[in-house]
């Protein structure tokens, strides 16, 4: 045999290996649902990205894909990667049969033409909570169910709000609360502390005063709307509040909560975990309304959906699983991991049952509303963007309160479809 | 294979014509076979993505049309977009100001700390590598260091500020500070680069050279300014240039401790085209792409201005 054939079967070789290769990379993408004849392996991914093939979260999934006659391949995301993945992966025509994804999201991949109605997916939807299976209905059809919830509350130091003489109780409305951080201030503590960094963060912090000033996302310069922005100006500027809350995250404001220096905390139920370990006697409240009442703050937590796929035989599964992990026994484990109030009434009840002090928790989300409910869908986010520039504005002195929401009311209203 | 060689040899000395053409087009055939790994690579990670890059930012993407592919090419109004928004001038301003200072001022501590490291002095490697600390440290570590270090009440720098009687600043809450903040974080990282880079430059300019200096008489700053500083020019050259390109870029310092805040008093370009693309629920693709496409562009003429200088420099 001669050298330059031996070569060229070489080269040969070498060139099937390779285009072997990149067809692999073509087809594979790390999804198995478009693998021919694999229906039986379903791919789930959701944000939990904390949780490992031991944790009980990932055996639930596998054993509900294997009660649904599938085994399921579940990824875990980080929850600001999941949305773009996502999207790229239906651009492909790769979509995993199952996402577990933030909330407000829902609306955005619904609109994109990702995700199947509930209806198409033969889902019942009746026994969840209304208010929470809002967030995931763009006009009358239904993109998912909620696995769980979680809302905003105002921690509080019961220590510092005794030697302050502050009845938490008495907190009922913006003037008793204003009240009670002046007297916090009085003591030479640090009254509140929230999160108002310029992000979605931001703004879903601001909601519960936002929609308890009586105003509507669909006006941001309403003079209700201004009244919460100056609420939050006014803290900062009588020293209720640290400045650092232009800045904060959720986590750290609960960072400079735990310190033990600061009255109120706005924050989430999944904190509960950590108000465990706080060195100090502490309470939840719901938030005051400007008028008195407990304020609707937004809804936090993820929905189950099912991105379209191409057969639709896959549906069937598909349904099976979410009908699984949405069960009431199942529920009640997943929320207790998760720290989430469960979206079902009777698995809420059973969660009070096991622990009293989540009782203001299931309030707080009973009054809670989705970000992108009031069939708000993808212009939510569009308003959300002008309105925490409009606080951050305001709250750092480059605009008054008045002049930063009426642009971002203008700004929105020219982008809004 | 060496035992067929003899044979592969008469075998060549008895072919005909038509054999030795087609062993010059297989010959053809194998380099490029064998140049088709590093065409795939540059095709797969270079060229594609900024195809991808250029073609986002020339079609109106939606969530809708980029899920469908369907997107209607819309010429350059996405350009015209960002040219638009309030947030272009600042984020140029910012991004201009926010370069050009950092590697003022990275280059100047870092040829300081070169020269001052170039005698070797007891212990002087152990310093030198103190100071190459910051580029070790993930950025997340040191960004998140930095703006625990500058938070406003509870910050060591406010601490120390007042325990000298200053007033308390407002680090990364004030619209008027938190450029200056992201700058300092930036600086301290970039020192060592320079550094090193710098410290190499002096390593290989001849001793003798500086000898000569001292024996004609010439001060420490003469010998700086006259005989250091020219010697070190295509080392600093260099070294600005990669500065450059790496400032230019910057993204996570200034994400991690201010997202391009308070209402986009720290926003570069970098950080806003994240934030286009990634910052809210809605992603905004084709504006995200048009900025991106910009830096990259700016960067573009900087490396040819570069290779200009080089040509330059060597036909001297």
Redesign the interface.
């Known amino acids: 045999?001669?050298?330059?054939r031996?070569?060229?079967i070489g080269?040969a070789v070498?060139?099937l290996a390779?285009a072997g290769t990149?067809a692999a990379c073509g087809s594979g993408g790390g999804s198995s649902s478009s693998s021919a004849g694999g229906s039986s392996s379903y791919t789930f991914w959701d944000p939990y990205p904390q949780f490992d093939g031991t944790s009980d979260w990932v055996k639930l999934v596998e054993s509900c894909g294997k009660s649904a006659g599938v085994s399921v391949k579940r990824t875990g995301f980080d929850t600001?990667d999941l949305?773009?993945k996502t999207?790229l992966a239906?651009?492909q025509g790769k979509a995993p049969d199952l996402i577990v994804i933030d909330n407000?999201?829902i609306s955005?991949?619904a609109?994109?033409?990702?995700l199947t109605t509930t209806d198409d997916l033969g889902l019942d939807t009746s026994s969840f909570a209304e208010n929470l299976t809002a967030a995931g209905v763009l006009d009358g059809k239904t993109y998912g169910v909620p696995i769980g919830a979680n809302t905003l509350a105002l921690y509080y130091n019961a220590d510092l709000l005794q030697k302050a003489g502050v009845d938490p109780a008495s907190v009922k409305d913006w003037d008793s609360l204003n009240a009670a951080l002046a007297q916090l201030k009085g003591k030479g503590s640090?009254g509140i502390t929230f999160s108002g960094?310029?992000?979605?963060e931001g703004s879903f912090q601001f909601l519960p005063w936002f929609w308890g000033s009586g105003a509507n996302l669909k006006d941001l310069s309403s003079s209700d709307a201004v009244s919460a922005v100056n609420l939050w100006v006014d803290w900062l500027k009588k020293g209720y509040a640290?400045?650092?809350?232009?800045?904060n995250t959720q986590t750290t404001a609960w960072q400079?909560f735990s310190?033990g220096d600061v009255g109120f905390v706005e924050n989430g139920t999944w904190q509960m975990g950590n108000a465990q370990k706080l060195p100090f006697k502490w309470g939840v409240i719901s938030i005051p309304a400007k008028a008195g009442g407990a304020a609707p703050a937004p809804t936090g937590g993820e929905f189950v959906a099912a991105p379209v796929q191409k057969d639709n035989g896959r549906y069937k599964a598909t349904e099976k699983i979410v009908s699984c992990l949405t069960d009431p026994a199942n529920l009640l484990t997943t929320d207790t991991t998760l720290s989430y109030i469960a979206p079902i009434e009777s698995v809420q009840q059973q969660q009070v049952a096991n622990d009293a002090a989540l009782q203001p928790w299931v309030t707080a989300v009973g009054d809670a509303k989705g970000r992108t409910s009031d069939n708000l869908g993808?212009n939510?986010?569009?308003i959300?963007?002008q309105m925490w520039?409009a606080f951050?504005?305001a709250?750092?002195g480059?605009a008054s309160a008045e002049a930063a929401m009426k642009a971002a009311q203008d700004a929105a209203a020219a982008k809004v479809k | 294979m060496l035992a067929t060689a003899p044979a592969l040899r008469d075998e060549t000395t008895v072919s005909s014509r038509r054999a030795r053409v087609a062993r010059r087009s297989y010959r053809g055939l194998f380099a490029w076979l064998y140049l088709l790994p590093v065409l795939t690579y540059l095709v797969v990670f270079y060229a594609y993505p900024l195809y991808r890059n250029a073609e986002l930012s020339l079609r109106d993407y939606t969530v809708r049309s980029f899920v469908s592919g369907d997107a209607p090419f819309i010429g350059f109004d996405n350009f015209r977009t960002m040219l638009d928004d309030p947030t272009f001038v600042p984020a140029v301003v910012h991004t201009t100001v926010f370069t050009f200072v950092s590697i003022g001022f990275q280059y100047a501590i870092g040829l300081a700390l070169a020269v001052f490291f170039n005698r070797s002095f007891r212990l002087s490697g152990t310093l030198r590598a103190l100071f190459l600390v910051p580029w070790l440290l993930p950025l997340i570590v040191s960004a998140s260091t930095w703006s625990w270090m500058l938070n406003s009440e509870s910050g060591v720098v406010n601490s120390a500020l007042t325990a000298f009687g200053m007033p308390q600043i407002n680090w990364l809450t004030s619209p008027t500070w938190s450029l200056t903040a992201v700058i300092i974080a930036n600086i301290w990282i970039g020192i060592p680069f320079n550094l090193v880079i710098l410290y190499s430059g002096l390593q290989a300019i001849p001793d003798d050279v500086f000898e000569a200096a001292a024996l004609d008489g010439a001060s420490g700053w003469r010998t700086f300014r006259h005989i250091t500083l020219p010697l070190l020019r295509p080392v600093s050259a260099i070294t600005l240039l990669l500065g450059f390109v790496y400032t230019l870029k910057v993204f996570d310092i200034i994400w991690i401790m201010t997202r391009g805040g308070p209402s986009n008093s720290s926003t570069t370009m970098s950080t806003w085209s994240y934030e286009l693309g990634f910052g809210s629920l809605l992603p905004h693709f084709g504006p995200a792409a048009a900025v991106g496409n910009m830096l990259i562009l700016v960067a573009l003429v900087f490396g040819l201005v570069y290779i200009r200088y080089e040509k330059v420099q060597a036909s001297r």
């Open positions: 045999m001669s050298h330059p031996l070569r060229l080269a070498t060139g390779l990149m600001s949305t773009s999207l239906a651009q407000p999201v955005t991949l609109d994109a033409g990702v640090k960094i310029g992000t979605e640290p400045n650092s809350v232009i800045n400079e310190a993808t939510y986010p569009i959300s963007e520039d951050q504005k709250m750092t480059s």
